[in-house]
């Protein structure tokens, strides 16, 4: 079956340290998104990918740094320099270009303690 | 900048008991106006794209229309298992996705 797949789903970490969280996608689409979800707010986007080898900020990049080294993997590491990371993050992918719809991945939920 | 937003926040009906979700947008450029389903702890699900004023798609009890500043989801005869956040997206010559923060929707028996 395609689909997304992100692990883990469950993430805890301490004040301080880095975390990277996985996505994978066997869709063959190019595109691929993380977003973040907070209660009560919409999805927020941190970085996106067109092609591989190429990322742009989204409108919450401070404090998140991504690779795309091959066309089914993005994954997003957390740094320290985020002040609140504690959220639900949401990857997704889709064909570029065109308004073409999202395929999301069933998240990963971070807690910072 | 651009904006979704959607209403009413929580709207909670009896089995059977028709009603409209609203998502009004304000993005430049629209190139597409997407409805998802989000169940709590899961990725959203996709439902509709709309790509112009008077479009209207329609999937089981779910129908989606459009205008030139709001989109409506309205559901006919909801059941239990409607119940679900759904959320709306306008996609910009950006090449972005602008969501709105969700309508949470409990459908109780």
């Known amino acids: 079956d395609g689909g997304i797949t992100q692990s883990p789903k469950y993430l805890f970490r301490k004040e301080g340290q880095n975390v990277t969280l996985s996505c994978e996608q066997n869709l063959n689409h190019d595109a691929m998104y993380w977003y973040r979800q907070d209660p009560g707010q919409g999805l927020r986007l941190i970085y996106y990918?067109?092609?591989?080898?190429?990322?742009q900020k989204g409108d919450i990049a401070e404090g998140y740094s991504v690779s795309r080294e091959k066309k089914e993997s993005f994954p997003l590491t957390v740094t320290s320099a985020q002040k609140n990371p504690t959220a639900f993050y949401l990857c997704?992918?889709?064909?570029?270009?065109?308004?073409?719809?999202?395929?999301f991945g069933p998240g990963t939920r971070l807690t910072v303690l | 900048e651009d904006q979704v937003t959607q209403s009413p926040e929580a709207l909670r009906l009896q089995e059977g008991e028709s009603s409209s979700l609203n998502c009004s947008y304000t993005v430049s450029g629209l190139r597409g106006l997407f409805w998802y389903r989000q169940d709590p702890g899961k990725g959203p699900e996709f439902l509709f794209t709309l790509y112009s004023a008077g479009e209207e798609k329609e999937k089981e009890r779910l129908k989606a229309t459009l205008t030139k500043k709001e989109s409506f989801l309205h559901i006919t005869a909801p059941k239990p298992e409607d119940s679900a956040t759904y959320l709306c997206?306008?996609?910009?010559?950006?090449?972005?996705?602008?969501f709105g923060p969700g309508t949470r929707l409990s459908v109780l028996p």
């Open positions: 997704a992918s889709s064909i570029p270009g065109g308004g073409n719809e999202q395929f």
């Open positions: 990918s067109q092609i591989v080898n190429d990322f």
């Open positions: 997206a306008g996609y910009n010559y950006g090449q972005n996705f602008v």
